[in-house]
């Protein structure tokens, strides 16, 4: 009796089957940019409209031959020779194509990133009508010339961390359409995926979370009136308090304050949440909402301290010790 594979084995064959794709493209050339496409790197097949019309074709040769047909062959012959033609072309359309490059923006989980490649002619021939496909994205491009020319491939994250984008298919079908030629690459930088912030987090937690709990309120100069102090060399003249110094007998000088928010501390511990995805995702959304208030925090994971900071680079160093944890 025969058994069915059990749905949990799919994704080890599928990954069985492209890791032994791979080994045999890599034997036959290299496919990890930059890399620049020769023979042994570009497939070649008929499309559905290029089987559909082979079969005519056949059908009107052996008709043509029976009932000797001259008309009937000679259109046979015309439409087999610009199949020929057409073949070619697809394949010269990528043949000596430069591919260089890859990045991706981080982006969080759930959103989709945008990856980056470099296409370029090194022959200074125009290469219409190329596509660049990932898993069911497909983006188009044209090439006019031998300058290098910019494409961006959405991809699809779910998890956080350091991924690859695995492999990805240029093909081009130019120019009428009857054979796809193709040629498959890996590129290999990684790119970062950040973690998905929580939906509805709770409040940022105030006060801080070091030794002791003390919360430290920090002030800088401003414009409000703070207090008095003891003047010294330096201050400006419209500082001096006139009054207060006759009535004090020492020169006094005012001070002038901005209170600020205390200062927050993030840590894993202080998010109310069971599993660790859960409280990664709840401080996450701690720092997005921290730098969109404008507050300096700390983010601290294990013997890990970022901070005391605030703004977009803290923000991404703070992300990206998230993503990697």
């Known amino acids: 009796m025969a058994q069915t594979a059990a749905p949990g084995n799919r994704p080890g064959l599928k990954n069985t089957w492209q890791r032994l794709v791979e080994s045999w493209l890599r034997r036959r050339a290299p496919i990890h940019p930059p890399l620049?496409?020769?023979?042994?790197?570009?497939?070649?097949?008929?499309?559905?409209?290029?089987?559909?019309?082979?079969?005519?074709?056949?059908?009107?040769?052996?008709?043509?031959?029976?009932?000797?047909?001259?008309?009937?062959?000679?259109?046979?012959?015309?439409?087999?020779?610009?199949?020929?033609?057409?073949?070619?072309?697809?394949?010269?359309?990528?043949?000596?194509?430069?591919?260089?490059?890859?990045?991706?923006?981080?982006?969080?989980?759930?959103?989709?990133?945008?990856?980056?490649?470099?296409?370029?002619?090194?022959d200074e021939r125009p290469r219409p009508s190329l596509y660049v496909r990932h898993e069911v994205k497909r983006v188009g491009i044209d090439i006019d010339d031998s300058s290098a020319v910019s494409i961006t491939v959405p991809l699809l994250t779910h998890q956080r961390g350091w991924h690859r984008p695995g492999r990805m298919r240029i093909e081009t079908?130019?120019?009428?359409?009857?054979?796809?030629?193709?040629?498959?690459?890996?590129?290999?930088?990684?790119?970062?995926?950040?973690?998905?912030?929580?939906?509805?987090?709770?409040?940022?937690?105030?006060?801080?979370?070091?030794?002791?709990?003390?919360?430290?309120?920090?002030?800088?100069?401003?414009?409000?009136?703070?207090?008095?102090?003891?003047?010294?060399?330096?201050?400006?003249?419209?500082?001096?308090?006139?009054?207060?110094?006759?009535?004090h007998q020492d020169l006094l000088s005012r001070e002038f304050r901005e209170e600020q928010a205390p200062e927050l501390v993030l840590t894993l511990d202080r998010a109310p949440a069971r599993d660790l995805e859960s409280r990664i995702s709840i401080v996450t959304a701690w720092v997005l909402q921290a730098e969109q208030l404008d507050r300096t925090w700390t983010l601290q994971l294990g013997s890990l301290e970022l901070g005391p900071d605030h703004g977009p680079p803290h923000r991404k160093r703070c992300l990206r010790a998230l993503a990697e944890l």
């Open 36 to 122: 620049q496409l020769a023979y042994r790197q570009i497939f070649i097949l008929p499309t559905r409209f290029g089987w559909m019309l082979g079969l005519l074709m056949g059908a009107m040769l052996i008709g043509s031959l029976n009932f000797n047909n001259n008309l009937g062959l000679l259109t046979t012959f015309i439409v087999a020779g610009l199949g020929v033609n057409s073949m070619l072309l697809a394949f010269r359309n990528l043949h000596k194509l430069a591919i260089r490059g890859g990045m991706a923006n981080p982006v969080h989980a759930g959103q989709t990133a945008h990856y980056q490649l470099s296409l370029q002619s090194t």
């Open 173 to 247: 079908t130019h120019p009428l359409g009857l054979f796809r030629a193709w040629a498959w690459f890996w590129p290999d930088r990684p790119y970062l995926v950040w973690p998905q912030p929580a939906e509805r987090p709770p409040p940022l937690p105030e006060g801080g979370g070091g030794p002791g709990g003390r919360e430290q309120r920090h002030q800088v100069e401003g414009e409000d009136f703070y207090s008095l102090r003891q003047w010294r060399e330096g201050d400006p003249l419209h500082r001096i308090a006139w009054k207060a110094s006759q009535r």
